[in-house]
């Protein structure tokens, strides 16, 4: 089959220390990967990175992230990233040198994947490593019979969908659960990506009222997304009243947060839902003996899989695609993100590291082009 001139290009790839994740380096690779029968060798094109890209690391260990993209070296990791690939050799029927893909690589300039289940428009990597990873993290997408995929709006997509998917999903289950019963949900890093998308998800169920909380100094950007009916720095959580059945979504995974929303609402918290550990570099672990219900952890690849049991695949795809289109165009139409698009393995260390540091601007959004 023809190979792409880039398979020639240098290789690298970004390594982190799993102990210490300030710990990055980039490293040259002497050649580049070359595709075995069965095997398609990517060339990265193009990434977001984004405070979830951080929480892979977090839990790295305890949820296999580690395991996507296995290195040769004892103690460091390669980072997931969600974004665009070239097809820069292929030694299998039905993917072509040149086409292009969406999906789950590694922070690299290069990945080598053993398409299986090929279809028209997507594939399965069925390396032995990734079998008991969850499913939606070994599918790639072509974008050239993708509906939602517009080169425009690329650098857009690389950054919102993975995040996007989980808002979509997490405010279909809680519609699933009729609210538990409840009128009113708070949500912590209300200025993350994953937390507004979701405020974004839940407005278009009526009568719930949308409280976000922040830092104080993302407050005015959470106020003008306009997707939250107030928006709380968090030293002002009292200023609710307590009247209010009220839903937790835990973006932040801040324990002392979550101790001190428990002991506030006391019997009008009727679910606190753990998604995030934005403020966290280790798994976050509820605090022992919290008054009312105990967090229960929402992990978006396992809500798709029971809508994909009971909606079908199809199905699922064009509602979601549906959603995600609209929030695509609320996102453009109100210019919530500056594109903060840069180039290499080397900018990505550093805007990791800023993120792990904690001074990321949730008004950027960082695409890596390599
Ligand atoms: N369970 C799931 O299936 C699932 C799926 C997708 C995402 N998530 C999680 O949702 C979280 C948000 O991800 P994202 O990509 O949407 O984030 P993002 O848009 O990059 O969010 C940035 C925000 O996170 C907070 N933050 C980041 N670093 C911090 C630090 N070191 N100290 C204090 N606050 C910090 C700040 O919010 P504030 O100032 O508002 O606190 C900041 O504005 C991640 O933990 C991610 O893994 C979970």
Same mark, same amino acid.
């Given at each position: 089959m023809p190979e792409h001139s880039s398979v020639n290009s240098q290789a690298a790839r970004l390594l982190m220390d799993?102990? &210490?994740? $300030?710990d990055m380096r980039v490293e040259s690779l002497d050649a580049t990967p070359r595709a075995a029968d069965g095997e398609v060798v990517f060339r990265l094109s193009r990434f977001a990175l984004t405070v979830n890209n951080v929480t892979y690391a977090t839990f790295g260990d305890a949820l296999g992230y580690w395991r996507f993209f296995p290195t040769d070296r004892e103690g460091w990791g390669q980072l997931p990233v969600w974004g665009y690939a070239d @097809?820069? =050799? $292929? &030694? @299998?029927?039905g993917v072509e040198a040149g086409q292009r893909f969406y999906g789950y690589w590694p922070a690299a300039t290069h990945v080598k994947v053993q398409p299986g289940k090929v279809g028209e428009r997507s594939f399965r990597d069925e390396a032995a490593h990734r079998a008991e990873l969850p499913e939606i993290y070994n599918w790639y997408q072509r974008t050239d019979d993708d509906p939602l995929h517009d080169a425009q709006t690329e650098p857009l997509h690389a950054i919102y969908r993975p995040l996007f998917i989980t808002a979509f999903c997490l405010a279909d289950f809680l519609a699933e659960n009729n609210f538990? +019963?409840? =009128?009113r949900v708070v949500v912590s890093s209300a200025s993350s990506k994953t937390a507004y998308a979701t405020a974004f998800c839940i407005r278009q169920h009526a009568g719930i009222d949308m409280i976000g909380l922040t830092s104080s100094g993302n407050r005015e950007f959470v106020e003008n997304l306009g997707l939250y009916d107030n928006a709380l720095a968090?030293?002002? #959580?009292? $200023?609710?009243? #307590? +009247?209010t059945r009220t839903i937790y979504i835990d973006i932040a995974g801040n324990p002392q947060l979550q101790a001190e929303v428990h002991r506030f609402f006391g019997a009008n918290l009727v679910y606190d839902c753990s998604v995030g550990a934005a403020q966290s570099l280790v798994p976050p672990s509820p605090p022992r003996g919290l008054p009312g219900p105990q967090p229960e952890f929402f992990f978006a690849p396992t809500w798709i899989a029971k809508r994909y049991a009971d909606w079908g695949a199809g199905e699922f795809n064009r509602r979601s695609g549906r959603a995600s289109q609209a929030f695509f165009d609320y996102v453009a139409d109100n210019g919530l993100i500056e594109l903060a698009e840069r180039s290499g393995l080397e900018a990505a260390r550093e805007v990791l590291a800023e993120m792990i540091r904690g001074d990321t601007d949730p008004a950027a959004g960082h695409v890596i082009e390599l």
């Open positions: 799993r102990r &210490k994740f $300030s @097809v820069a =050799e $292929s &030694k @299998v029927d538990f +019963g409840a =009128e968090y030293d002002d #959580l009292h $200023s609710l009243d #307590l +009247g």
